[in-house]
């Protein structure tokens, strides 16, 4: 059996590289990048409907990881390449006949529990009830996060009220270019004022996400069962100080991390 096509858009991102390096033998990948990249690709700008949809002839599947994925992005690039973008990936999709979307979504979705907790919520003894569950309201943290929130309220749509594509959305943590849990440097935290140098390392160690456990969590999204047409999961390692709980990833997708940050 041939494998499915798989279009990964943003491909010449970090996560975008991960997924070509870790999944290739596994799909049939397929590439959209902005601009003319060392690899194939399609070029076009998500915002562009009609310079995309062509991308999406015969895919069964897309990754869709293109986004102006700053946390201080202003309007003008949130509108553009993750409001704009997400519908029209969804739109061209649906007419596709494409089956599932994985839509990177993000942890800023969420991000006012964390500016409200930190720094006691970087800690590595809290109990099961205190881990922030998916079904908790979405509080975004930014313009940024709130065009992540819109994102995921617009999957569900399509899933639901539309009828297709089936829509899987993955808040993302914290994905190192290194893939270590610590960064190379002491870590900025301008949006959190008042953490000491070790809550910001404690923070990015919670927040982590592997390379593999990425690779396998973007797998197991892709091979969710056809039951499954709308679900959100969050994406960290099994880090000691996160504040996610991973029951979801288990329960829709039977994803579980393998690697994961000491405190």
């Known amino acids: 059996m041939p494998n499915r096509i798989v279009l990964v858009t943003g491909a010449e991102g970090l996560i975008g590289g991960i997924v070509r390096e870790r999944l290739a033998d596994r799909y049939e990948l397929r590439a959209l990048t902005r601009r ?13 409907y009609d310079a995309l949809a062509p ?5 069964d599947a897309v990754v869709h990881l293109a986004a102006s994925a700053e946390v201080d992005s202003p309007w003008d690039a949130v509108l553009s390449a993750n409001l704009v973008g997400a519908r029209n990936v969804l739109e061209a999709a649906q007419r596709a006949g494409t089956e599932l979307v994985v839509f990177a979504s993000s942890n800023h979705a969420v991000g006012m529990y964390e500016l409200e907790g930190a720094p006691d919520i970087y800690r590595a003894d809290k109990t099961e009830g205190e881990l922030l569950p ?14 992540k929130v819109w994102g995921e309220a617009l999957g569900r749509y399509y ?18 270019e290194g893939d270590s849990y610590d960064p190379a440097g002491p870590p900025e935290s301008p949006d959190i004022p008042g ?20 690779a396998s969590l973007i797998a197991a999204a892709l091979e969710a069962p056809a039951s499954v ?30 690697d994961g940050a000491p405190a």
Request: with cysteine; net charge positive; aromatic share 10%.
């Open 36 to 48: 003319q990249s060392d690899f194939p690709s399609h070029v076009a700008d998500v915002a562009d």
């Open 55 to 59: 991308a999406l002839a015969g895919v």
């Open 134 to 147: 998916v079904s908790a309201p979405a509080r975004p943290d930014s313009l940024y996060g709130a065009s």
């Open 159 to 176: 899933a639901e009220r539309v009828g297709s594509p089936r829509v899987i959305c993955l808040r993302i943590g914290w994905v190192s």
């Open 195 to 214: 953490l000491s140098v070790d809550d910001r390392y404690r923070r990015m160690r919670a927040m982590w996400l592997s390379h593999a456990d990425c």
């Open 229 to 258: 047409r709308f679900g959100v999961v969050y994406g960290v390692s099994g880090n000691a100080g996160r504040w996610f709980s991973l029951d979801a990833g288990l329960e829709l997708l039977g994803w579980q991390p393998r």
